[in-house]
């Protein structure tokens, strides 16, 4: 679906609830008021909703923006506010579920023409954050690399790799909008927004009080535990990312990556440094008059075709070995069934501790021979040394389900001929190797970037079962089955 698409559905859509709230029940006081009411209403549900089926994917987003904040804030004058950000990407699925609720109950009492003035005002709020969320991050599209947000001084032209935040997750992944076009959209719905708050008298009011205040506590209390039941408990009903049932991996890889290949550049856009002109240019006519560009006076950017194949994450599927070794290929072609499971962070504090080590000291004698000189190596002293060395204390509660599910699967299946890894995001090895020893497995442990883990499961730890690199099932680490389990239900065909 296309953001046109979805906007000309839930346009239509509002028409027919205002026919039906005008003409036939007679609720119906300024015509332009209840259709935008009911079209925005329409819309905040079905952005709600699909941000409610991966309260996690919200999340992950928050702590994007988080983390972008805290390094623009950093080294100006507004220093003091950077530290709040870590603080509040610790609760970032808590901010996550507010605001996906917060958006579909104020659907609601926007349908229903609940409590209008409050609606009307938080309505208004809301767009006005999500236009600063967007508008900051379109803008920094024009912040070149190393130069602050603040300052403007030493912006330059808009560069779409520029922005750390690509997108604003507006609709989740069920929908991935350009910044800029995330920006206009919030613009548009700023009209509306503004208009609701000198017309709320005019709003349309549905039902009986009693009808309009159930709607909305029950629709609250329902929400946030689906929100709950789509993160905490069970993975997303349905998934909107790459990594999907049904999908080879290795084999999508290698079709995306041949689809960039074969793009091809059709111009070159020119910018004049100094005078800021521009000039656009076919791919040919740049190749005769390349020599009157020069790059220090001109930045020229390439225009390219499509890729026949849309690129996403699984593009960016890599992973090492824990000699540093690239095992990117071993991973996604593995034949048979092979398990892996995916922890974008292993849980646990890190400390340090004195130890005494002991050095041998040696030395080399010559022991006359018949025809030679033999080497002999003596010990001669000892000498002890203390040392730091890493301690770590894993968090109980995080270790619960390796130990009661995962190291378990992760075991049998190996022993049964199976390959069964674990794949974390990049870490020291003697880390690595303190919690296989926490959780009592010898299996390996491969690293990989920690949004591509996010990516492939919305859990941690998280079980995927592929097949010749085809992704048969994934598992939520609250509902692993047995070895036993998977064997007979998923590892027949």
Known sequence: MTLTTLVLSVAITALAFTLIAGLGMRKVDNYLVSY??????????????????????????????????????????????????????????????????????????????????????TFFLIVAFFTFLTGFTYLTGYVPEGVNFFEFGKWGPYVSTNMKVTDCGCFGDFLKLEPKVSFIKDLVLLVPAILFLFTWKNMHQLFSPAARYSAVILSGIALTAYCFNNYAWNLPHTDFRPFKVGVNVGEQKNLEEEAVANVEITAYKLRNIETGEEQLLAYDEYLKQYKNFPKEEWEAEQIKTEPAIPTTKISDFSASDENGEDATEELLFAEGYSLMFVAYKLYGTEGSKLEVKTDTIYALDTIPSVDTLLVEKKIVDFKKRQVTVATYDWDDKYLGPWKAAAAPLMNKAAQDGHKAYAITAYADPDKITAFKQAIEVDAPFYVADDILLKTIVRSNPGLVLLKDGEIKAKFHHRNMPTYEELKANYMQD
Do not use: C, H, N
């Open 36 to 121: 935008l009411q009911f079209f925005t209403g329409v819309l905040f549900i079905f952005s709600g909703w699909v941000k409610a089926i991966d309260p996690l994917g919200t999340a992950y987003k928050m702590e994007q923006y988080f983390a972008e904040f805290e390094s623009t804030f950093e080294g100006t004058w507004m220093s003091f506010l950077a530290p709040m950000f870590p603080a509040l990407s610790e609760y970032s699925i808590g901010f996550s579920v507010f605001m996906i609720v917060l958006e579909i109950v104020l659907g609601v009492m926007l349908l229903v023409g609940f409590w209008r003035r409050f609606a009307a005002w």
